[in-house]
Nanobody, 121 residues
Framework: QVQLVESGGGLVQPGGSLRLSCEASGSIFMINGMAWYRQAPGKQRELVAGITRGGSTNYADSVNGRFTISRDNAKNTVYLQMNSLKPEDTAIYYC???????????????WGPGTQVTVSP
């Protein structure tokens, strides 16, 4: 099996910063794309930022210039540095990874359980 575990969420004031981490563990041969999604109350889950194995990134317009996604392939870990946080960034943040468990296995999608980020005075 493969497990993704997020950490780093919490309560922060507007304008503050947080750094989320997500480590993948278990039966892993290779990880392809990794990403962060978020879901606010009453809203659909949305892509925040994604990163390929080679390091190419993409961001939602709402976070571009404020958030930075990065990864450490040796540690099977993806990070999200969040700066200039706004109340509308409040959501549960989920880690995603596309994982191959062996050389002959297909690529499968895995999700973490989520970590709460609350931006409030």
């Amino acid at each position: 099996q493969v497990q993704l575990v997020e950490s780093g969420g919490g309560l922060v004031q507007p304008g503050g910063s947080l750094r989320l981490s997500c480590e993948a563990s278990g039966s892993i041969f290779m990880i392809n794309g990794m990403a962060w999604y978020r879901q606010a109350p009453g809203k659909q889950r949305e892509l925040v930022a994604g990163i390929t194995r080679g390091g190419s990134t993409n961001y939602a317009d709402s976070v571009n210039g404020r958030f930075t996604i990065s990864r450490d392939n040796a540690k099977n870990t993806v990070y999200l540095q969040m700066n200039s946080l706004k109340p509308e960034d409040t959501a549960i943040y989920y880690c995603y990874a596309s994982v191959r468990r062996s050389l002959t296995a297909i690529w499968s999608d895995y999700w973490g359980p989520g970590t709460q980020v609350t931006v409030s005075p």
